[in-house]
């Protein structure tokens, strides 16, 4: 069964202090994904990974940074959190599409809240 | 670039209820077109999709028909149960430079009664 797992459900942390936000695949996927989602303002893409130690900015990159050193791993960093970057994180993953379009499949999400 | 409009919510329904969810988009190209449902406490999941013009995406009861003429894909469903109650996101597949990545509306919050 297809599996997207992160390792947080709920985190809460201060002004100022580094976060990390791991997302672990088990499906041998290329592709990873990290979204923000925010009421009335449904996912926005905020980095991405064709695949190991490769990374691509999405629409909202900026307090963000990402690291993939392993094909099953994408760690999302806030080096320095701000209340702003309080939100709901959801990691993605995908096969790499040839010919046709495949889907996301989607973590359960890790509620950050930044004091 | 490209962008999708759904239908602001919340939106409230009689257990058995016709439902439609209306879905726009704007594209250069020819995306994919996908719904997604958000169940609560849980990550997103895929319910239906559809790849080119005329197709008809089908899951669980809901449908969708990608429809070119009106750029929209609207999500119907003939008869809702309280266990549909989710968020609902309307998404299309945009290609920049070589890479694919998906576009959200802003989603669509149902609640079905008993």
């Known amino acids: 069964d297809v599996k997207v797992t992160q390792s947080s459900r709920y985190l809460v942390k201060r002004t100022g202090e580094k976060v990390f936000l791991e997302c672990v695949q088990d499906?041998?996927?290329?592709?990873m994904f990290w979204y923000r989602q925010d009421p009335g303002l449904g996912l926005r893409l905020i980095y991405f990974?064709?695949?190991?130690?490769?990374?691509e900015k999405g629409d909202i990159p900026e307090g963000y940074s990402v690291s993939r050193e392993k094909k099953e791993r994408f760690s999302l960093i806030l080096e320095s959190a701000s209340t702003n970057q309080t939100s709901m994180y959801l990691c993605?993953?995908?096969?790499?599409?040839?010919?046709?379009?495949?889907?996301?499949?989607f973590g359960p999400g890790t509620r950050l809240t930044v004091t | 670039g490209d962008s999708v409009t759904q239908m602001e919510g919340p939106v409230t329904l009689s257990e058995e209820a016709f439902l439609t969810i209306n879905c726009t988009y704007t594209?250069?190209?020819?995306?994919?077109l996908f719904w997604y449902v958000q169940y609560p406490g849980e990550g997103l999941q895929l319910l239906l999709k559809?790849?080119?013009?005329?197709d008809k995406g089908s899951n669980k009861g809901f449908e969708a028909t990608y429809r070119k003429e009106t750029t929209s894909f609207h999500l119907e469903k003939g008869s809702v149960q309280v266990s549909d109650s989710a968020v609902y996101f309307c998404?299309?597949?945009?290609?920049?430079?070589?890479?694919?990545?998906?576009?959200f509306g802003k989603g669509t919050k149902l609640t079905v009664n008993p």
């Open positions: 993605a993953s995908r096969h790499r599409p040839g010919a046709t379009v495949s889907e996301q499949y």
């Open positions: 499906m041998d996927h290329e592709n």
């Open positions: 990974s064709y695949d190991v130690k490769m990374k």
């Open positions: 594209a250069t190209g020819y995306p994919s």
């Open positions: 559809a790849t080119k013009a005329d």
């Open positions: 998404a299309l597949s945009e290609t920049q430079g070589g890479s694919e990545k998906l576009v």
